[in-house]
């Protein structure tokens, strides 16, 4: 079945714990992202990759590393997270920069 | 930042009535998504209009799209409690290196059986 896999789907850590937030996608899609969603603020794109070893900022990117040495696999990782990261994100892949994103299932954070 | 802003913020219907949501954005685009997500679950792509096209169907689902009024529509016909669900447009941006898609801030759509 095709699926962007992200997790975990919910986790709790404290200020200053690096994690990471693991992402693949079985699609061979070219463009990943991770968004960020809020209430009141909508999704907001975090970073995005366009191919292996490309990778730039999007809306909100501080505070946030990504890597894509795989084409199949976009970690989002938190070196230090704050209780301002908490939020629900996901990750989403595409096969081309016009096409629509398939979604994984979302991974609630919450820093305390 | 924002790009798509969809109107309205709510939308409460009966089972079998249609449900129209809109859709204003800002900048030229390539093309709009339009998506569902169901309370706190991921999004699913719904269907895409590209800004040469004016009106695309798929099932039940029909979007307009007005580029110079830079706007779109999203029609779902007959709807049934499970389209209960917030509805997303979504813009890629004509131009530029990203094509990065931006998002409105949705409409929630509740369908009453």
């Known amino acids: 079945e095709a699926q962007v896999t992200q997790n975990p789907r919910y986790l709790i850590t404290v200020t200053g714990k690096k994690l990471t937030v693991t992402c693949s996608q079985n699609?061979?899609?070219?463009?990943m992202s991770w968004y960020r969603q809020d209430p009141g603020l909508g999704l907001r794109q975090i970073y995005y990759?366009?191919?292996?070893?490309?990778?730039d900022k999007g809306d909100v990117p501080e505070g946030y590393k990504v890597s894509r040495k795989e084409k199949r696999n976009f970690p989002l990782i938190l070196e230090s997270p704050s209780p301002n990261q908490t939020s629900l994100y996901f990750c989403?892949?595409?096969?081309?920069?016009?096409?629509?994103?398939?979604f994984g299932s979302g991974t609630r954070l919450t820093v305390v | 930042s924002q790009q798509g802003e969809e109107d309205p913020q709510a939308l409460s219907i009966q089972e079998g009535e249609n449900a129209t949501m809109n859709c204003s954005y800002k900048?030229?685009?390539?093309?709009l998504q339009w998506y569902r997500q169901n309370s706190g679950r991921g999004l699913v792509h719904l269907i895409l209009?590209?800004?040469?096209?004016r009106e695309k169907h798929s099932g039940r689902l029909r979007v307009t799209l007005d580029t110079s009024k830079k706007s779109s529509s999203l029609l779902i016909t007959a709807s049934r409690a499970a389209d209960t669900a917030s509805y997303f447009c979504?813009?890629?941006?004509?131009?530029?290196?990203?094509?990065?898609?931006?998002f409105g801030k949705g409409t929630l759509l509740t369908v009453n059986p």
């Open positions: 989403a892949s595409r096969r081309n920069e016009v096409d629509g994103y398939t």
């Open positions: 699609m061979n899609h070219e463009y």
């Open positions: 990759s366009m191919n292996v070893e490309v990778t």
């Open positions: 900048t030229s685009i390539n093309n």
């Open positions: 209009i590209r800004s040469n096209e």
């Open positions: 979504a813009t890629v941006s004509s131009g530029g290196s990203n094509y990065k898609l931006t």
